[in-house]
């Protein structure tokens, strides 16, 4: 359905290709040189992160595209809330409308829609029915404001890893085994948003969409030259199960074998595409859109023309929600129900608990 530039980014180029994108590697070197600066400025102290008076945990990626950051995000506020610590999530809200500090939920109310929170922060509102969600730029503000009016014992952060300006006591790196670090040139050339040497500042790596461990070693080699200390942990999804337009849950057994077309405006459909089939539904068709899409009924139209060929719409929770909003009753439509399964998940877990167990600097 739309020009994806950046599957092409994903992988290595072809002589031809590569001349064809030559003038995005000149447009790299300035990309290159201030995300440098950047972060040179506040490895010598030019610049102070500021801090907050309670753990930070940071979930982030070097990459454009989805690695799993909202579902780890979930993973870690859900448990964190088992175990007795109540936390919020601070994310900047892609395309939302409201300004800084904005509460997309107060852990009991939705208090914004999609187009004022933007998709995933609403997405984490209907799901993480206790927790604090609070979007804006100024993640530090945001914070102040969780601690102040909701009373939480610490902030987890949504795609934080280049969010500088504030301290984080613990950075999880994401990594995307199925795209890695593409051919390794910085945007808008390639799909790298820092140089493979930030690498560095991450105290935990997670290689996602992992379905061998064992086949990772030249990804884990050249984390290792990169930072030979860093814990490196696995992850692979999990269907849980499907919800439907009324938020009605089901058991994914009945689209094991069935037609199926794959609806999706996400970063990396590929591994949507990939997880239905691995887990046995017949994909005979795929609608793609780019990531954020906001559906309009134009598209619902369109997908009720491709729908009559197959037995089910399968789409992902992040689209649904913003499905929901238009007239889909006409289309067989449900969304996978997912989370991110850890190898390890004992040990990867006890590490984000010690920080509330250590003493917070001032």
């Not at 102040?144 to 300006?165: E, F, N, S």
């Not at 369109?302 to 889909?328: N, P, Q, S, Y």
């Not at 969304?335 to 010690?354: N, Q, T, Y």
Request: proline share 7%; with cysteine.
């Amino acid at each position: 359905m739309a020009f994806r530039l950046d599957r092409f980014l994903y992988r290595k180029k072809s002589v031809g290709l590569r001349a064809m994108l030559f003038p995005l590697a000149l447009a790299s070197h300035p990309y290159r040189w201030a995300v440098r600066l950047r972060a040179l400025a506040y490895d010598r102290g030019a610049f102070t992160p500021k801090r907050l008076p309670c753990p930070v945990i940071s979930v982030g990626n070097l990459t454009v595209g989805g690695t799993g950051k909202t579902p780890l995000v979930m993973f870690l506020a859900r448990h964190l809330v088992e175990r007795g610590i109540p936390v919020s999530v601070l994310t900047r809200g892609y395309k939302g409308r409201k300004g800084a500090g904005a509460v997309v939920t107060d852990g009991k109310t939705i208090l914004l829609s999609p187009e004022e929170a933007g998709d995933e922060p609403y997405l984490m509102a209907n799901l993480l029915t206790e927790v604090p969600i609070l979007v804006g730029k100024d993640r530090w503000a945001s914070g102040q404001k969780a601690l102040r009016d909701h009373r939480v014992r610490g902030v987890i952060l949504d795609d934080g890893y280049q969010h500088l300006q504030l301290h984080r006591d613990l950075n999880i790196l994401l990594i995307d085994v199925e795209i890695g670090f593409g051919d390794g040139s910085l945007l808008p050339r390639g799909i790298l948003r820092e140089p493979l040497s930030s690498i560095r500042r991450a105290d935990l790596v997670l290689l996602t969409k992992v379905k061998d461990p064992d086949a990772c070693s030249a990804l884990e080699s050249e984390l290792r030259r990169r930072h030979p200390s860093v814990p490196i942990f696995h992850s692979r999804y999990e269907i849980l199960g499907l919800v439907g337009p009324k938020r009605e849950q089901e058991p994914f057994d009945p689209i094991r074998g069935k037609r199926v077309l794959a609806l999706s405006g996400i970063g990396n459909p590929h591994s949507f595409l990939s997880l239905l089939r691995t887990e046995g539904a017949n994909v005979v068709n795929e609608v793609s859109f780019p990531d954020h899409h906001a559906y309009t009924a134009q598209d619902v139209r369109v997908v009720e023309g491709m729908a009559k060929e197959v037995d089910w719409v399968i789409t992902t929770e992040k689209d649904l929600v913003k499905l929901r909003r238009l007239k889909i009753d006409a289309l067989p439509l449900r969304a996978l129900r997912i989370e991110p399964k850890i190898w390890g998940e004992r040990e990867f877990l006890k590490r984000v608990m010690a920080l509330f167990a250590a003493p917070q600097k001032p």
